[in-house]
């Protein structure tokens, strides 16, 4: 039988942190800048188990953070050491299984033929030893022939847990979980569930067909189907991670376009160094942007082929910006609070291309209705 390990980094960032400065280990850390005034709009990248414990999570701006936890142990982002970390866990993995995918810059997928649950929870343990003893890093390892189920259950490892879920075990496990627990149920659908009285992944499995289609569409079969135990049985993907992304949100909302074009200049060049430090190139460009009124609107393009060139990212992310703002002025004309900057359908360098006839402007396919803020490390 096939098993999927997910292999889930936990509080990644801090950890990589406090593999440098072992002296901040027991204490509430956060990744982020120190908010200097009360007004300071940046957020919360990172939080330890121990700031944790207050309230503190990541995404959160960084004011609110200082308000709840005021002894912090504040620490600057280091992203390159952070794309070196990512990768010292995929050669690891590699190394001693073969086959491996990047689902983040903090999960990864092994997969192996084992005969049962018993031999799949031996490997995982040998899994989480191994990244434990050679990066010195911790990590939760959620087990299943489902990807979707080693991702729920991935998350409820945490921290430093292994939870294996057998085939017979799926629709047990999953049945008293909260449907937010689903990858792709977000705010928006989440909603949507409770306002047909659905609260949990069980609940799903009763629940009439056609309001759920009505509402979400064909993202509904896959959820009954989920429910049942049955997940849609999809292969895992070939092609690496899925996608890289850097954001930054803005000391002050502006549509001014001479001041945002520094900022995506600066997000294009310190993603490309994270591409170059993991040897990936990339085919999509993706520009997100957030409005003072905090929604979301986004566009991305398809380029004719696979790319690793630094000129490219910067030319089609300041293309897509100056499409975005020229949309906005014939609306309302908001200004912007936060920029977020993605490359999608990465290979390695040297990968074999495969050139798809497919139209040059896309929007970013999410598995559910809701389109997040790309994922901070957990």
Not at 183 to 212: H, Q, S
Request: aromatic share 4%; net charge positive.
């Amino acid at each position: 039988m096939q098993w999927l390990f997910y292999v889930d980094m936990d509080a990644f960032y801090v950890s990589c942190e406090l593999r440098e400065r072992p002296e901040l280990r027991g204490q509430p850390v956060l990744v982020g800048h120190r908010p200097t005034a009360p007004r300071d709009r940046g957020v919360v990248l990172a939080a330890s188990y121990e700031a944790r414990a207050f309230g503190v999570r990541s995404a959160m701006p960084s004011a609110r953070a200082l308000e709840l936890l005021p002894n912090a142990q504040w620490v600057a982002p280091d992203f390159a050491r952070y794309s070196a970390a990512s990768q010292e866990l995929r050669s690891l993995l590699a190394e001693l299984y073969g086959e491996v995918h990047l689902r983040s810059i903090d999960e990864a997928i092994v997969v192996a033929e084992l005969p049962d649950a018993d031999a799949a929870r031996s490997r995982a343990a040998a899994i989480q030893s191994a990244i434990d003893e050679r990066l010195h890093l911790p990590a939760s390892i959620g087990v299943s022939p489902h990807e979707v189920v080693a991702k729920i259950a991935s998350d409820r490892a945490k921290p430093q847990g292994i939870l294996v879920v057998a085939p017979e075990a799926t629709e047990a496990f999953l049945s008293p979980l909260p449907v937010r627990a689903i990858p792709g149920v977000g705010p928006k659908a989440e909603a949507t569930l409770l306002a047909l009285g659905i609260r949990t992944i069980g609940e799903l499995r009763t629940a009439e067909p056609g309001p759920l289609r009505r509402n979400l569409g064909r993202f509904a079969d896959e959820l009954r189907a989920l429910a049942r135990g049955r997940p849609s049985s999809a292969p895992v993907e070939r092609s690496g991670p899925r996608q890289r992304s850097v954001d930054r949100t803005l000391r002050e909302d502006t549509a001014d376009p001479e001041r945002l074009i520094p900022e995506v200049r600066e997000l294009s060049e310190e993603l490309h160094r994270a591409l170059v430090e993991e040897k990936l190139q990339f085919r999509s460009v993706v520009l997100r942007l957030r409005w003072a009124d905090f929604q979301q609107t986004q566009v991305g393009r398809r380029l004719p082929a696979q790319t690793a060139s630094e000129a490219t990212l910067q030319v089609e992310a300041l293309r897509l910006l100056r499409r975005l703002l020229e949309r906005e002025r014939t609306g309302r004309a908001r200004p912007v609070r936060r920029l977020s900057l993605a490359v999608q359908e990465l290979h390695s360098l040297g990968a074999r291309q495969r050139l798809l006839d497919a139209p040059a402007e896309l929007r970013t396919v999410k598995p559910g209705p809701d389109s997040p803020t790309p994922r901070v490390p957990e």
